[in-house]
């Protein structure tokens, strides 16, 4: 049997994306600033090396155009289904559109990751390449697409310190640890802000995170025949990361991974930063939508479109599930998350000191945040 790589043969399964463009964009200038925990400034895994990852996924949020030729009512599809009792019988279930998506994990010298990532969706047949095999594909692809650069473009005096600092304080706790074997020592349950302050005192964050991410929401003009839009109304999302300081040799974090780092559908988008091994054991990303269309409600006829589901959807996930029963909240899910939903309200929230974020409306208008109390979990 002739065995197909699937590149060639499967070129372009989303048309353009405009949504996918604008994320991609704004992820690639993050990945050139040395200054962020992606690309350039990607920090350093415990063998010395640098390892990146990305995520980037796409959904359009009207109906697919099998409805527009009529096979759907209602957003509403009939189905027969064959059960194993060969009995056939009808299931209605509600349709939503396709969702596309593409990652790369531990991928070296690749200059802009999230632009392989993307390649991995749109011109293969497959989800995610790791390693070798991402970066063989990286060659293949054309230098406008994918770009790699020596070792020496990603080596930055700030993360090699910041590599030196971690080690030390690992050896520390690991001797702190053998000497006091034996004694278990509970941390006392403090409240939200003592833990956060405790947590910006010691600036872990900052050595830990940095991972970038970007949520859009396109809404094409209305425009007929041959001036028609390239594209329909899409949300994306796009995360990029060089994982976390000191990380084991081939450890992969959220980031990379569809449904905990990275999510869109066709009501939101979703951008993970923050301890990817929580983020991945409680699907973050993904729960955070899942809250936001069957608990409350949107999407639906009565659900509210003011962007109060999304923070409270987000809210839950970052400051509920993420941090756990709350005594042990630094160690527990660390970090942050941005969203948008199809509406354009915009919401960010973090559990740690801060993490810098803005948006920016249709008119050109900018924000930006960084601290934790600008964006603490109140109710909108
Ligand atoms: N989430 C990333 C990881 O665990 C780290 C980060 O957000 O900075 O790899």
Redesign the pocket.
């Known amino acids: 049997m002739e065995f197909s790589p699937g590149y060639e043969d499967h070129q372009c399964k989303v048309s353009a994306s405009v949504a996918a463009d604008a994320v991609e964009a704004a992820v690639r200038c993050l990945e050139d600033c040395p200054l962020f925990?992606a690309g350039a400034g990607s920090v350093f895994g415990n063998d010395g090396r640098i390892r990146m990852?990305a995520s980037i996924m796409v959904c359009s949020i009207e109906k697919s155009s099998s409805a527009a030729e009529g096979k759907v009512s209602g957003g509403q599809r009939d189905k027969a289904v064959v059960g194993p009792d060969k009995i056939s019988q009808k299931r209605r279930y509600p349709i939503t559109p396709q969702p596309q998506a593409g990652s790369v994990a531990g991928v070296e010298n690749v200059k802009n990751p999230i632009s392989l990532a993307r390649a991995v969706m749109e011109r293969t047949p497959h989800v995610m390449l790791i390693g070798k095999g991402a970066e063989e594909f990286a060659q293949s692809l054309p230098k406008e697409v994918v770009e790699t650069r020596p070792d020496d473009y990603f080596w930055t005096e700030r993360r090699w310190g910041q590599l030196i600092e971690v080690r030390k304080r690992e050896e520390q706790k690991q001797h702190q640890h053998q000497e006091g074997k034996g004694t278990i020592h509970l941390p006392p349950k403090q409240s939200l802000e003592v833990q956060l302050d405790h947590a910006s005192e010691k600036g872990h964050d900052e050595q830990?995170?940095?991972?970038v991410g970007c949520v859009a929401l396109y809404i094409p003009e209305k425009k007929s025949g041959f001036n028609k839009p390239l594209s329909r109304p899409q949300l994306a999302s796009a995360t990029s990361?060089g994982?976390?300081t000191n990380?084991r040799f081939n450890r992969?974090?959220?980031?990379p991974v569809i449904g905990a780092?990275t999510y869109a559908n066709h009501l939101c988008a979703i951008s993970?930063?923050?301890?990817?091994?929580h983020?991945i054991r409680w699907v973050a990303a993904h729960d955070i939508a899942k809250r936001l269309e069957y608990k409350h409600g949107y999407g639906s006829a009565e659900g509210k479109k003011d962007g109060s589901a999304l923070k409270k959807a987000v809210d839950e996930v970052v400051f509920g599930t993420l941090m756990g029963d709350g005594n042990y909240g630094i160690d527990k899910g660390s970090?942050g998350v941005i969203a948008l939903d199809r509406d354009g309200n915009f919401t960010a929230a973090m559990n740690c000191s801060g993490m810098y974020h803005g948006w920016i409306y249709e008119d050109g208008g900018m924000e930006t945040r960084i601290f934790w109390d600008e964006c603490s979990p109140k109710e909108p």
């Open positions: 925990n990852d830990k995170f940095g991972t990361t994982g976390m990380q992969v974090g959220d980031s780092g993970c930063t923050g301890h990817g091994e983020f970090g």
